[in-house]
């Protein structure tokens, strides 16, 4: 019996001149001498074959950061963190994406998602002369990458809109190199910019939108220095609209008239599974890999983010948080077990050690098969601050030592908005630390609604990001942007507003 199949295409020359042909390879000479090729040795280096005909956003997208060098914070394979297409699932279904391929609000949303800064033009919106200088920088650089939206039927190739990244470019012939991610239909390739800009400058049926590009590089800093927010569950839809649409009509009403009322209003009626959603970013390594001292690496994330606690200690807000879960109300231990907070550290480690020696086999069978043996506290370096638990975690006849590294601080401890500070005390990330972080999150918009001028002149104060420390700003910036992109996913407004939450 016979069997269909198709085995590559013939590259359409002209107009594309076929990377690996002699005249592509003068093209790579000369454009290596003169400079725009510095970008081509990283994205080579981490390049990959789209593994579905409708994933070449996602290929793209996955060649792109690992070139980057940013760290996806999830596993891939194994205990290996590494970006690849089937990590993109916050955005669209995976399904959905190999039915229908993906959308070019929607690309620069996975990448925004996995950490990189992101700047997406359409065609419709810039200039030629503006896409040229794009390119030149972003070839002449190894610090960002340029992906481009175009369609193919501008180079007489079958199919239509496809998504791959620029290589390099040749300012002579004012060509520029396509790394095509569908390596199984055509090899990379030569094609002239203007000809490029042409197949960009087209209307993408799905969305009535111009098709475009996008610069991608990598945030100075780990966007998630201590919390992040996870769509990987189906419950982010519902916890989001209730942040972002609900919390304020509940705001709206009468008798609102303190801070702790407030408070009360936001997480009485919290959704239950937000446990889920916000979290703080523990580390975690193999003991048998883990040094007896921390590596300068591991010590510069730590005080990182135990700046960040310190700091959330010190805000009025928070004081005004643990004033409200420390009144032993039901809507207190409702909002504490909804969070599915337990602050003794040793069960929190004995948890994280669980998931942490999952992640680390890169355990297949079914959640929460592992039980936590052993654990103990301790520090490395003789540093107070470097705090350590080590657990040894048990799965059936398999046993995994885990160090899981936990930023801890000394801060003064606060009891109410108005009191003073008392003792110092030692903490590490609690219930109280994520309340906080995720009030000061929530949009300035979500407070204008209040009725009582007094208190909205309180609150505006209590979450006025100007008087936070930078680094402290930044993290609430973050989970801000993390929110706005999430309504956007939600309200299906991605191919509408391409620029950064503001």
């Known amino acids: 019996m016979a069997m269909a199949g198709l085995y590559r295409r013939i590259l359409p020359s002209p107009p594309a001149v076929e990377f690996a042909s002699?005249?592509?390879?003068?093209?790579?000479?000369?454009?290596?001498?003169?400079?725009?090729?510095?970008?081509?040795?990283?994205?080579?280096?981490?390049?990959?074959?789209?593994?579905?005909?409708?994933?070449c956003g996602l290929a793209s997208l996955a060649v792109v950061l690992n070139a980057l060098g940013i760290d996806p914070g999830r596993k891939w394979k194994g205990p290996w963190r590494w970006f690849d297409e089937s990590m993109f699932d916050c955005c669209e279904p995976l399904e959905k994406v190999k039915a229908e391929g993906i959308t070019f609000g929607k690309v620069t949303c996975l990448a925004r998602c996995a950490g990189a800064k992101v700047e997406a033009f359409r065609a419709n919106q810039t200039s030629i002369d503006d896409f040229r200088k794009h390119v030149i920088n972003c070839v002449s650089s190894e610090d960002c990458h340029l992906i481009t939206s175009y369609h193919r039927g501008a180079f007489l190739q079958t199919g239509t809109g496809h998504f791959s990244p620029i290589g390099g470019y040749h300012p002579g012939k004012d060509m520029a190199l396509i790394l095509d991610v569908a390596r199984f239909k055509y090899p990379p390739h030569w094609v002239?910019?203007?000809?490029?800009?042409?197949?960009?400058?087209?209307i993408d049926e799905a969305t009535g939108h111009h098709r475009g590009f996008m610069l991608v590089s990598k945030l100075q800093r780990a966007p998630s220095l201590l919390y992040t927010l996870s769509c990987k569950h189906e419950s982010w839809v519902g916890i989001s609209t209730y942040l972002l649409d609900e919390v304020p009509r509940l705001l709206e009403s009468e008798g609102i008239n303190t801070v702790q009322k407030v408070l009360s209003v936001i997480f009485t009626f919290l959704p239950s599974n937000v446990g889920e959603f916000v979290k703080w970013i523990a580390e975690v390594r193999r003991q048998e890999e883990g040094a007896a001292r921390l590596s300068d690496e591991e010590k510069g994330?730590?005080?990182?983010?135990?700046?960040?606690?310190?700091?959330?200690?010190?805000?009025?807000?928070?004081?005004?948080?643990?004033?409200?879960?420390?009144?032993?109300?039901?809507?207190?231990?409702?909002?504490?077990?909804?969070?599915?907070?337990?602050?003794?550290?040793?069960?929190?480690?004995?948890?994280?050690?669980?998931?942490?020696?999952?992640?680390?086999?890169?355990?297949l069978g079914p959640a929460n098969a592992f039980c936590c043996k052993e654990s103990c506290v301790r520090s490395l370096n003789g540093e107070d601050s470097s705090t350590v638990i080590s657990g040894k975690v048990v799965a059936g006849n398999s046993e995994q030592g885990v160090d899981v590294l936990v930023p801890t601080a000394q801060v003064k401890g606060q009891i109410c908005c108005d009191s003073k500070q008392s003792d110092i005390i030692r903490t590490h990330p609690e219930s109280s630390d994520v309340l906080t972080a995720l009030l000061l999150a929530l949009p300035p918009t979500t407070w204008i609604v209040l009725k009582e001028n007094q208190v909205l002149k309180r609150i505006s104060h209590l979450v006025s990001?100007?008087?936070?420390?930078?680094?402290?700003?930044?993290?609430?910036?973050?989970?801000?942007?993390?929110?706005?992109?999430?309504?956007?996913?939600?309200?299906?407004?991605?191919?509408?507003?391409?620029?950064?939450?503001?």
Request: aromatic residues 6%; negative net charge.
């Open 22 to 55: 002699s005249e592509g390879k003068q093209l790579f000479s000369e454009a290596l001498v003169n400079g725009t090729m510095e970008g081509f040795f990283k994205l080579i280096s981490y390049f990959q074959t789209q593994s579905e005909p409708a994933y």
């Open 192 to 202: 002239p910019l203007p000809l490029l800009w042409e197949a960009m400058n087209t």
């Open 301 to 363: 994330r730590l005080t990182i983010k135990e700046m960040v606690i310190k700091q959330i200690h010190e805000t009025e807000m928070f004081a005004c948080v643990q004033e409200w879960l420390s009144s032993e109300s039901p809507c207190c231990r409702k909002a504490l077990s909804i969070l599915g907070c337990n602050n003794n550290l040793p069960q929190v480690a004995a948890c994280v050690c669980c998931q942490g020696a999952e992640l680390l086999t890169g355990w």
């Open 465 to 502: 990001i100007e008087n936070l420390p930078i680094i402290l700003q930044e993290e609430v910036l973050h989970l801000r942007r993390q929110l706005l992109l999430l309504k956007r996913c939600k309200d299906n407004r991605l191919d509408e507003e391409l620029g950064e939450p503001s």
